[in-house]
């Protein structure tokens, strides 16, 4: 998709159809309320189109639609070879579909077109080809009973699992949760965040057109206290799958304590430290630290938003990372030589810059800072770097979800490993370093699930990806991602 230009995306997206009705039972259908709730470009501010706004009356119809689907054994009852060859023509679906798909995001969240038709899009169906490829592959147990007993250890399907998925990789982060709930036979209620809902109800007629049996995937747009609370309260939900923020992943624990306990598995926020040692490749390191803040607008719960710099080179450093955060400028989404999108909407842009606010209270600015009105919208944020920031300072602790880096200074490894783990998150981190024991010694040291060596937010199908401390616990891609929507169940026969 490189090569389209920045008329043709933009003729693409004046043609552009949107899916704005719930996903249950296979077909589209309105609200049972009727109401609806518009979603805005955030790059112009103008409307995309009114989206059904479910609630819990649709929630229930979606939740029974997947429990009859799963109990007919309609989908439950299909082999993992007899799922894996839908999964397949789902990822060709998606591949066959790429411009589209990119522009339901770009539009609906202001990414840039050229991230989401080369990374999100193309992702999608990769991640669906890869769960669904390994699920044939998946062996079963035999104990080691020994005498007249056969003890079989089998991986079964939990039954409706419901996924709430965040807006900043619509369709990626719904495929995450899909893939691989999908491919060991679950039926699935999706709740798409409000802001990015399109994609998702895409994939969902997709999913059918590949061969998925009505009811097994249902999409319900909303918001969160109505859809999401909702979802996350149902007593006949078996699992519920997040990924979003601390505050409502911790929502998500009450709910399932105050109903049916069903299991709750959460990827949520992050405050990823990225750690510069004087040895390393310092234009390499800049250049990929500018890219592990600033892509996706810094909309990245994995976002290396610290950078932690040892005291001989930063001068160094803050000389590089300035000239490449000034070279990225905001621009509009649908052009392919934009370095930089929208922010979400208004609201968060408003967070955003009340970030920034503080930190230049207390911190020193070293470039950017700025909020950009571009083609009417005033959703835009410059890249944007403080140095000298103390680590009690909210810059430095909270999540901040934009275009924002925070600049500390170490002396040691052993100040640096306690700066990067003074943080109640634990998502992801960076070292950067060419002596091979420090590398292997400090990633041993830091509290994260992903410890990315001199380079930043390493990411494959084949590798887990989640959280530890406050930023959750499961694990999404690789083979252990099947372990959430599974239970191991034992048949002991004695004979």
Same mark, same amino acid.
């Given at each position: 998709?490189?090569?389209?230009?920045?008329? =043709?995306?933009?003729s693409?997206?004046a043609?552009?159809?949107?899916?704005?009705?719930?996903?249950?039972? !296979?077909?589209?259908?309105?609200a049972i309320s009727g /109401?609806?709730f518009?979603?805005?470009?955030? %790059?112009t501010g103008?409307?995309?189109?009114?989206v %059904?706004?479910?609630n819990?009356?649709?929630?229930?119809r979606a939740?029974?639609?997947?429990?009859?689907?799963?109990?007919?054994?309609?989908?439950s009852?299909?082999?993992?070879?007899?799922?894996?060859?839908v999964?397949l023509k789902?990822?060709?679906?998606?591949?066959?579909?790429?411009?589209?798909?990119a522009?339901?995001?770009t539009?609906?969240?202001g990414k840039?077109?050229?991230?989401?038709?080369?990374?999100?899009?193309?992702?999608s169906?990769?991640?669906f080809?890869?769960?669904a490829?390994?699920i044939?592959k998946?062996?079963?147990? #035999?104990?080691?009973?020994? !005498?007249?007993?056969i003890?079989?250890?089998?991986?079964?399907?939990l039954?409706?699992?419901g996924?709430v998925?965040?807006w900043?990789?619509?369709?990626?982060?719904a495929t995450?949760?899909?893939?691989?709930a999908?491919a060991? *036979?679950?039926?699935?209620?999706l709740?798409?965040?409000?802001?990015?809902?399109?994609?998702?109800?895409?994939?969902?007629?997709l /999913?059918?057109?590949?061969?998925?049996?009505?009811?097994v995937?249902?999409?319900?747009?909303?918001? !969160?206290?109505?859809?999401?609370?909702a979802?996350g309260?149902?007593?006949?939900v078996d699992?519920?799958?997040?990924?979003? &923020?601390?505050a @409502?992943?911790?929502l998500?624990?009450?709910?399932?304590?105050?109903?049916?306990?069903?299991?709750?598995?959460?990827?949520?926020?992050g405050?990823?430290?990225?750690?510069i040692?004087? =040895?390393a490749?310092?234009?390499?390191?800049?250049?990929?630290a500018a890219f592990?803040i600033?892509?996706?607008? *810094?909309e990245?719960?994995?976002a290396?938003?610290r950078l932690?710099?040892?005291?001989?080179?930063?001068?160094?450093?803050?000389e590089?990372m300035k000239t490449?955060?000034?070279?990225?400028?905001?621009?509009d989404?649908?052009?392919? %030589?934009?370095?930089?999108?929208?922010?979400?909407?208004? &609201?968060?842009t408003?967070?955003?810059?009340?970030f920034i606010?503080?930190?230049?209270?207390?911190?020193?600015? #070293?470039?950017?800072g700025?909020?950009?009105?571009?083609?009417g919208?005033?959703?835009?944020?410059?890249?944007?770097?403080?140095?000298?920031?103390?680590?009690?300072?909210?810059?430095?602790?909270?999540? #901040?979800?934009?275009?924002?880096l925070?600049?500390?200074?170490f002396?040691?490894d052993?100040?640096a490993?306690?700066? %990067?783990?003074?943080?109640?998150?634990g998502?992801?981190?960076?070292?950067?370093?060419k002596?091979?024991s420090?590398?292997?010694? @400090?990633s041993?040291?830091?509290?994260? !699930?992903?410890v990315?060596v001199?380079?930043? =937010?390493?990411l494959? /199908?084949m590798?887990?990806?989640?959280?530890?401390?406050?930023?959750g616990?499961?694990?999404?891609?690789?083979?252990?991602?099947?372990?959430?929507?599974?239970?191991?169940?034992?048949?002991?026969?004695r004979?």
């Amino acid at each position: 998709m490189t090569d389209l230009s920045y008329k =043709d995306w933009k003729s693409k997206a004046a043609a552009l159809k949107f899916r704005n009705q719930c996903f249950i039972s !296979g077909t589209f259908c309105d609200a049972i309320s009727g /109401a609806k709730f518009e979603t805005l470009n955030p %790059a112009t501010g103008a409307v995309l189109t009114a989206v %059904a706004r479910g609630n819990g009356d649709d929630i229930d119809r979606a939740v029974k639609s997947a429990r009859s689907a799963f109990d007919s054994g309609v989908w439950s009852g299909k082999t993992p070879s007899e799922r894996k060859e839908v999964l397949l023509k789902l990822a060709a679906l998606i591949r066959d579909n790429i411009p589209e798909f990119a522009l339901l995001d770009t539009l609906d969240m202001g990414k840039l077109i050229k991230d989401s038709s080369t990374v999100d899009a193309p992702g999608s169906a990769h991640f669906f080809q890869w769960h669904a490829e390994a699920i044939d592959k998946l062996y079963d147990e #035999i104990a080691p009973t020994g !005498g007249r007993d056969i003890a079989m250890i089998r991986r079964v399907p939990l039954g409706v699992v419901g996924a709430v998925v965040p807006w900043n990789f619509p369709l990626d982060m719904a495929t995450w949760k899909l893939a691989p709930a999908l491919a060991t *036979g679950n039926s699935v209620v999706l709740k798409p965040a409000e802001q990015s809902p399109l994609s998702a109800l895409f994939l969902a007629e997709l /999913a059918v057109e590949a061969g998925l049996p009505d009811g097994v995937l249902n999409v319900v747009p909303g918001y !969160g206290q109505d859809a999401g609370q909702a979802l996350g309260r149902h007593d006949d939900v078996d699992c519920l799958v997040f990924t979003g &923020s601390t505050a @409502v992943g911790k929502l998500f624990q009450r709910y399932a304590g105050e109903s049916n306990m069903k299991q709750v598995w959460l990827e949520t926020g992050g405050k990823s430290p990225n750690i510069i040692f004087p =040895d390393a490749d310092l234009d390499a390191a800049a250049d990929m630290a500018a890219f592990g803040i600033f892509f996706n607008q *810094g909309e990245v719960c994995s976002a290396n938003s610290r950078l932690l710099v040892h005291a001989s080179i930063k001068d160094e450093m803050l000389e590089r990372m300035k000239t490449r955060a000034e070279a990225i400028t905001p621009g509009d989404p649908l052009d392919p %030589a934009s370095t930089l999108g929208a922010m979400v909407d208004k &609201s968060h842009t408003d967070t955003v810059m009340q970030f920034i606010e503080s930190g230049r209270q207390s911190s020193r600015l #070293i470039t950017g800072g700025e909020r950009v009105t571009l083609n009417g919208s005033d959703a835009f944020v410059t890249p944007t770097i403080f140095d000298n920031v103390e680590s009690n300072h909210k810059i430095a602790r909270d999540e #901040i979800f934009g275009p924002v880096l925070a600049v500390q200074t170490f002396n040691s490894d052993d100040e640096a490993i306690a700066m %990067a783990n003074d943080t109640v998150y634990g998502l992801a981190a960076s070292v950067w370093t060419k002596d091979l024991s420090r590398a292997l010694g @400090v990633s041993d040291a830091l509290n994260a !699930g992903t410890v990315s060596v001199n380079t930043v =937010d390493a990411l494959s /199908a084949m590798t887990p990806f989640g959280g530890m401390k406050q930023s959750g616990y499961g694990r999404d891609l690789s083979i252990h991602a099947f372990d959430k929507y599974t239970a191991l169940k034992t048949t002991w026969i004695r004979y």
